[in-house]
């Protein structure tokens, strides 16, 4: 298979799978708000799907999805002065109403209304002559804010078909890779950073899939050059979009992998170099390619890797850091990253702690993790481990340093069924 169908494959693997689920979940929220705020049953009108799935750059896997409500303009004077809570109230318990064993509640903007395995958030809004909407904020007592997702899915659009249908499939293999690395990055930021891209260069303005591994070289060069700032101005709407976590650095190494991945064209290893820019939703290689450094060994073991993309949906959303305190007896505590960043390899016989040192996920999560030994020595001894295990409640997990081999160790943050934030750390031993 060459590049360009290897690539469109991936594209296809990232398609979202719960479409229909997803449109059914909409039709009946729009109907219980339409019923309370103006005596119809109506499960279309009155709504606008925004967020990703409103742009069309969602993937499979996607928890986090977005509505808007359009409020009746003739109820503006009954909440314009100080009635942003009871506006979201009453959109609450009208959906409640209608489904009583459904979790949904009011958050700050929105109503949350929480499914298995995904939630969407139903915004009331007032249209505005403009084309945008006026929402309510019920922080400090309330408030009315503005926003115009029709211009940002307008200018998605427009844009999308002047870039030869690039732009959306390059959001979404964008999520893909935010997904594989762990990146806290909202999918309006994506958006923008990926329109941002395109619109500094043509070079691809007639390019397709055959194209795509030097498109994602250029564009992780493009990130990774970006300067450190707070907020980027969305497209279409201008709104500042918000930074949870500074994407360079791991650009900038998704460039090398990139860089790695092209120099490896025609190869036996060049889609396992892919997988590890963007996932295990990347094609992997032929099976007698994946097999054949096994059979040169003497010895048999077993693969007990698993993989947390098969026990979960995965969306990640929020940064979350995982940090290793290295001990031995007669030695005072390191941090493992301080050796990774002199280059040191650690020495058996140390007992390791990994704990979560920060993370910014609102409200509770389980933590699972995966330790994986890598090497010939785990391979010999059978003991490649690799299994997905829940934490203990401490969000930490205690191991030693046995054999030597570059192993890994990763978390997994998991929120109404969705793994929302992961990390992981390498543990080079010698």
Not at 206 to 216: I, R
Not at 294 to 299: A, G, I, Q, R, S
Not at 329 to 335: A, I, L, Y
Not at 345 to 368: A, N, S, W, Y
Request: overall charge positive.
């Amino acid at each position: 298979m060459g590049i360009g169908d290897t690539f469109k494959t991936f594209v296809g693997n990232l398609a979202v799978d719960n479409g229909d689920t997803i449109s059914v979940r909409y039709g009946e929220l729009t109907r219980a708000l339409n019923q309370d705020f103006r005596q119809t049953d109506s499960r279309t009108a009155n709504n606008l799907q925004v967020g990703s799935y409103g742009r069309w750059t969602a993937i499979k896997g996607i928890s986090d999805l977005d509505m808007l409500y359009i409020v009746p303009a003739s109820l503006w004077e009954t909440y314009r002065d100080g009635g942003q809570s009871r506006l979201l109230t009453r959109a609450c318990d009208a959906m409640k109403a209608r489904y009583p064993n459904t979790k949904i509640y009011v958050d700050r903007l929105v109503v949350r209304v929480l499914y298995q395995n995904f939630h969407i958030e139903v915004q009331p809004v007032f249209a505005e002559d403009d084309g945008g909407y006026t929402y309510p904020d019920t922080y400090k007592g309330g408030s009315w804010k503005y926003t115009n997702p029709r211009a940002e899915i307008r200018a998605m659009s427009e844009f999308d078909q002047q870039k030869n249908k690039n732009l959306r499939r390059l959001c979404k293999m964008a999520r893909a890779w935010k997904n594989r690395h762990g990146m806290g990055m909202g999918g309006l930021l994506i958006d923008t950073l990926a329109h941002n891209f395109l619109k500094s260069t043509s070079i691809y303005d007639d390019k397709s899939y055959l194209y795509y591994d030097v498109m994602s070289r250029d564009f992780f060069k493009y990130l990774s050059d970006l300067p450190k700032q707070d907020y980027f101005m969305a497209l279409g709407s201008g709104q500042r979009v918000k930074v949870k976590q500074n994407f360079q650095k791991s650009a900038g190494k998704a460039y090398d992998l990139c860089v790695k991945a092209i120099a490896a064209e025609g190869t036996d290893s060049q889609n396992d170099k892919w997988r590890k820019v963007f996932g295990r939703q990347f094609p992997s290689a032929e099976a007698k390619a994946e097999t054949a450094s096994v059979l040169k060994e003497d010895f048999s073991f077993t693969d007990t890797e698993q993989f947390f993309e098969d026990f979960f949906p995965v969306d990640v959303r929020y940064p979350i850091r995982l940090e290793c305190e290295v001990t031995q007896d007669g030695f005072r505590p390191h941090s493992l990253r301080e050796f990774l960043a002199k280059a040191f390899r650690l020495k058996r016989e140390k007992t390791l702690r990994f704990f979560v040192e920060r993370h910014q996920i609102p409200g509770d999560f389980d933590l699972h993790w995966k330790v994986l030994n890598r090497g010939y020595e785990a391979r010999k001894r059978d003991c490649i481990r690799g299994q997905i295990f829940e934490d203990g409640g401490n969000l930490q997990n205690t191991e030693t340093t046995d054999f030597y081999g570059d192993h890994i160790v990763e978390c997994a943050a998991v929120q109404n069924g969705v793994i929302v934030a992961r990390n992981r750390i390498k543990v080079p031993i010698e």
